[in-house]
């Protein structure tokens, strides 16, 4: 089934509406859908040059978006029944200690999450589900989309072809060293 998906978007890639289709996979996968928009997003890159890099900026914009409805869908979801999840999974203490983590540290473990393969959809969900203060969500979230789709970006631009198959065999590795190197310098700098 996500190959046939996989290849419905690829067919996509060279269609004139295929910006409208790619901006609403990226707002989808922010918040619900299974498959991340660089499926459409890179060969569209690649087909035209000239505009790799408003690509990347409505992929970034549709992303951000989206996950709004996921941090929706996370801070509703505990109004819900996030008591029951709490009570069921772990302990209040527990919930509270996390909360507590995600107050100090929230904004870097989004930057950190979002730019790696990890879908950004456990992110705004998990967030939300946290209440997690909206504008440091939303500053996370432009950072972290930004440094992916603008990486890519970059990568096409100057490699083309060569680029694409660097970032399908190393992007997992590449943007978690890229997080990581930028979470543990902001670490140093705040601690050191």
């Known amino acids: ?28 996968e922010s918040s619900f859908f299974p498959l991340p928009p660089d499926f459409l997003l890179v060969p569209m890159m690649l087909a035209d040059k ?11 914009a549709t992303s951000v978006v989206g996950g709004y409805l996921g941090y929706a869908i996370g801070y509703y979801a505990f109004d819900t029944f996030g008591h029951a999840i709490i009570s069921t999974l772990s302990t209040q203490a527990k919930f509270d200690q996390l909360q507590e983590y995600v107050a100090r540290w929230g904004f870097w473990a989004i930057v950190f999450k979002g730019v790696t393969p990890i879908p950004f959809k456990l992110v705004t969900i998990l967030f939300g589900f946290l209440h997690f203060d909206l504008v ?19 990568v096409l631009y100057a490699f083309g072809e060569q680029g694409r198959l660097f970032i399908e065999r190393r992007l997992t590795l590449v943007t978690t060293l890229a997080a990581g190197v930028v979470v543990g310098g902001v670490v140093l700098v705040r601690y050191m």
């Open 1 to 28: 089934m996500l190959r046939r998906l996989y290849d419905a978007m690829l067919d996509q890639a060279g269609k004139p509406h295929a910006i409208w289709v790619m901006g609403a996979m990226s707002f989808a």
């Open 50 to 60: 000239r505009r790799i890099f408003w690509l990347a900026t409505v992929a970034t």
């Open 136 to 154: 440091q969500f939303t500053l996370a979230s432009i950072a972290a989309r930004g440094m992916r789709f603008y990486f890519e970006a970059i």
